[in-house]
């Protein structure tokens, strides 16, 4: 069920499927031969921009921000300039889907600004504009956040799973899956019988119709696991029948990895980007600006679960600083993640390079 990600569940232990090791020492023989050290695991490299002058009362500066968005890009493909960066992620054949965190608004939650470059870069790299979903799980959202007025001024798509429905052929159905509270939109609400409520189904834009996906999360804290990052958002913004998970976070830290580890899912994502323009330390979902920092930056990664890990870590810093009370983080979700090789939630293997316009 979950691809190409070199680990087997069974009854009771996870085993990582690892290549056979060498033996590393010598014999008594003088031909004997020393075999070669380990070659040391790549680092993470997160790249992350410092535009000065990015935020303006609260309102974010397009040009500035296209700015951070280009240099986040070639800095983290390592290419010349936005237009080869973006090839190097996505063909002209490909739909792209564009995932925000739209529940906060446009002030808290992920900015339209920062979406509207990733568009307009997109389509610079030959991308047509049908091409592009800007999307979440509930129009009405979206509708609130400025996304439907975006996507009509950019010529893209904006789509919400709660309109578009869910693929009855793709699901996650853990074997201790718990019985959901099915609400309007689920695909199997109002349904009765054996097994109604736990399954949980993919959308059908994200299982049948978009190719690459790019998350866009906010920096933006949410007690139940740290952060609405990119885990978090792009896992249940995927799938409808998510009451189950959301008010327990030990079934969150499982199920959310395991989510994201589907192919229909994980597999798909090829940018992250952390909008970390403005960090709100408290609140979750509610805009609080009172309660949030103007920082100017935005985070580039190709590994999900650095970017979800540094973003707690700063949020915790910045309630430090203010003296704002401090609460247990649940961080389960991240090793979990880390033991289904979603990527790292180690400081130290973690490279980051910081740039500032």
Not at 46 to 51: I, Q, W
Not at 96 to 115: D, E, F, H, N
Not at 282 to 305: A, I, K, M, R
Not at 314 to 332: F, I, K, N, P, S
Request: hydrophobic letters at 45%.
């Amino acid at each position: 069920m979950h691809g190409s990600r070199f680990w087997v569940v069974c009854a009771a232990c996870l085993w990582l499927v690892l290549p056979a090791a060498r033996a590393d020492g010598t014999n008594s023989s003088p031909a004997a031969v020393t075999a070669p050290a380990a070659a040391p695991t790549p680092a993470t490299r997160v790249c992350e921009v410092t535009g000065d002058g990015a935020i303006v009362d609260f309102q974010p500066v397009p040009a500035v921000v296209d700015q951070m968005v280009a240099r986040g890009l070639t800095s983290l493909t390592r290419k010349p300039t936005a237009v080869t960066a973006w090839r190097s992620l996505i063909s002209t054949q490909d739909i792209v889907g564009i995932k925000v965190y739209s529940q906060a608004g446009m002030l808290s939650g992920t900015r339209p600004v920062v979406v509207a470059s990733v568009v307009n870069g997109l389509i610079a790299a030959g991308l047509p504009p049908k091409h592009i979903l800007i999307w979440d799980r509930h129009a009405v959202d979206l509708r609130l956040a400025g996304f439907y007025t975006l996507g009509k001024q950019l010529g893209v798509v904006v789509a919400a799973c709660d309109e578009t429905g869910y693929d009855p052929d793709t699901f996650y159905a853990p074997d201790s899956a718990v019985i959901g509270n099915l609400v309007w939109g689920d695909l199997e609400f109002g349904l009765k019988g054996p097994g109604v409520g736990r399954k949980s189904f993919v959308a059908k834009i994200v299982s049948r119709v978009m190719t690459k996906i790019i998350s866009i999360a906010p920096l933006l804290n949410l007690e139940s696991c740290g952060v609405s990052g990119h885990l978090y958002s792009l896992t249940l913004g995927s799938v409808d029948n998510t009451l189950r998970f959301e008010g327990d976070p030990d079934r969150l830290a499982v199920a959310v990895p395991e989510i994201y580890a589907l192919p229909s899912i994980g597999d798909r994502v090829v940018l992250n980007i952390t909008d970390a323009l403005i960090g709100q330390y408290e609140g979750g979902s509610s805009t609080l600006l009172h309660y949030s920092s103007v920082l100017n930056q935005l985070w580039f990664s190709h590994d999900p679960v650095a970017l979800d890990t540094l973003s707690i870590k700063e949020l915790e810093h910045e309630r430090q600083v203010r003296g704002a009370d401090q609460y247990t983080l649940h961080l389960d979700l991240y090793s979990n993640a880390t033991l289904l090789q979603l990527g790292t939630n180690d400081p130290a293997k973690m490279l980051i390079d910081r740039s500032q316009l």
